[in-house]
């Protein structure tokens, strides 16, 4: 509680903390509050030659290019966004920090190759990665959170690993050691509490990485598939008519800088007001 | 530090192995047919196998990947299936655009980054300080698609400032080189504030200020280039992140570089150029991060070989 109080403190991440809410309640209760049916094609949504509305008073945002209301797509849009933003993340901070903890903590032959793996990965280019695999599966929503995990989770593995190597050569862990206690005992009673605040700030930085990793592969056309609404696949579909119409690019670009924004500026305040060290110099 | 190297060298070559041998295994288990696409819809079951015997395709596994790679270790790259030209070639031919996109965000991305950093750090916690600060959390929460369709939009289509795509002249490189940038740019104002601060706090800025310098001289002469020395050595990691960030930047501008190279070839499943590319772009980082090691050995020599 008293962290929450201090985080909500920051205006910065008392803004992430608003737009993180708005965009979870949009998501949750989509099909009461959109406007209209994602999907629904409106024979008034287009001009009599066929081009996508501009924002007006029937459809606040403005239509597509197939006269699809862009308000209730950017609303569906928020599912996909924070489905894949927190599974994926899920996954991959969850292997992570069991490959960076297990390879920290026994060291050995088995930490040894679960680090070489490791450096293998942060070898590969990660973007050109994530569309090799997103072309090798046939993309759906799970398939795009899942390769987006595969992808993710070097760099936490990392930062586990270095942390909790260090924390294991710390004195109060030796003094355990010595009194005999267990390994499992030291791992989860005396390290895990202290790698838990690295998690749960690299659980919310990371949110953002793979908010704008979906995007772009949607945009890329092999992320989430239309009809499905992505912000990044409303992109992709309307891109030809950017010149003509640049609502469609901007609304879904301005939905996607401001929930990568949130999660980063929610992230970068509970850094601080999580690490001990920082206390009382905001 | 001879030996450092060589080490350092060799586990670069066993890792630059292991990605060829993980990315051929994942492009092996690619469901679309590569010889379907070269043989094209009409073609007959015959031509069809006998192009797969030709290029080896009907070997198991093991056996193809053997061949590529003895033949990579002889500097062969094989043949595009689709382009029908070396690899090699094409890589060659489109890598130049590509280095020169990548050298003009490292330049457009240190220049608004560290000015950033640096106004941040001498006004801290100023109104100055918390706006740049805010720009740089945008920078870094923006994908470069958005950026760069919305710079087109502003600087070419409406302004008319800038060429709308394409590669040649100085005015077309402007536009993807601050695309691709501008992420970079809000992690070195973030990195270079508290480089800054850190510098700013020591004695040796204290003395200079007590010989009475004014605050230009004190900021610029003694602490800038003390704060730029943590920070030279993340080029090194830049151009890594850069590898991935032509695939978007390319693909947006049609800047003619090996990620548009690599985007066109995964869609027609051109598996010599995937593999050919991706190894290019893994040498890059591993290069960019051995780099890295050494500059900041070289800056502080506390660090220690292990």
Known sequence: ?282 | MAAYLARRLTESMLILIGITFVTYALLYLVPADPVRQIAGRSATAETVESIRRQLGLDLPFYQQYWRYLTSLLQGDLGRSYIQRSEVSELILARLPASLLLMAAAIFAELVMGLTMGIISAVRRNSATDQTLMVISFIGVSAPQFVVGILLLYVFSVQLGWFPIGGYGTPSHLVLPALTLGIMGAGWYSRMMRSSMLNVLGQDFVRTARAKGLSKVRVVLRHAVPNALLPIIAMIGIDIGIFMSGIVVVESVFGWPGIGQLAWQAIQRVDIPIIMAVTLVAAFFIVMGNLLADIIALFIDPRIKLK
Do not use: C
């Open chain 1, 1 to 282: 509680m008293d962290i929450l109080r201090r985080l909500l403190q920051r205006r910065l991440a008392l803004f992430g903390v608003i737009v993180i809410t708005i965009a979870v309640v949009a998501a949750a209760l989509a099909n009461w509050i959109a406007p209209f049916d994602p999907d629904e094609q409106f024979f008034d949504g287009l001009t009599l030659e066929g081009a996508p509305l501009p924002p007006g008073e029937r459809f606040l945002l403005g239509t597509d290019l197939l006269g699809r209301d862009l308000l209730s797509r950017l609303i569906y849009g928020a599912q996909t966004s924070l489905i894949i933003g927190i599974v994926a993340n899920g996954v991959s901070v969850l292997i992570g920090s069991v490959v960076g903890i297990v390879a920290g903590f026994t060291r050995g032959f088995i930490g040894a190759a679960l680090m070489r793996l490791t450096d293998l990965m942060m070898a590969f280019p990660a973007l050109l990665l994530a569309i090799v695999l997103a072309a090798i599966f046939k993309p759906s929503l799970w398939i795009v959170a899942l390769v987006i995990a595969m992808v993710n989770w070097v760099q936490v593995a990392r930062i586990m690993y270095s942390e909790t190597v260090s924390l294991s050569e710390r004195d109060f862990v030796e003094a355990e050691r010595s009194l005999g206690a267990s390994r499992g005992r030291i791992l989860i009673r005396h390290i895990a509490p202290h790698l838990l605040s690295s998690i749960i700030v690299f659980g919310t930085l990371g949110i953002s990485t793979t908010v704008l990793l979906e995007a772009t592969l949607s945009y890329l056309g092999i992320g989430v598939q239309p009809p499905t609404p992505s912000w990044g696949n409303i992109i992709f579909e309307n891109q030809t008519y950017f010149a003509t119409a640049p609502w469609l690019v901007f609304f879904p670009g301005l939905a996607i800088v401001t929930l990568a924004l949130a999660f980063n500026l929610v992230g970068d305040s509970l850094r601080e007001v999580l690490d001990p060290t920082m206390k009382g110099r905001h």
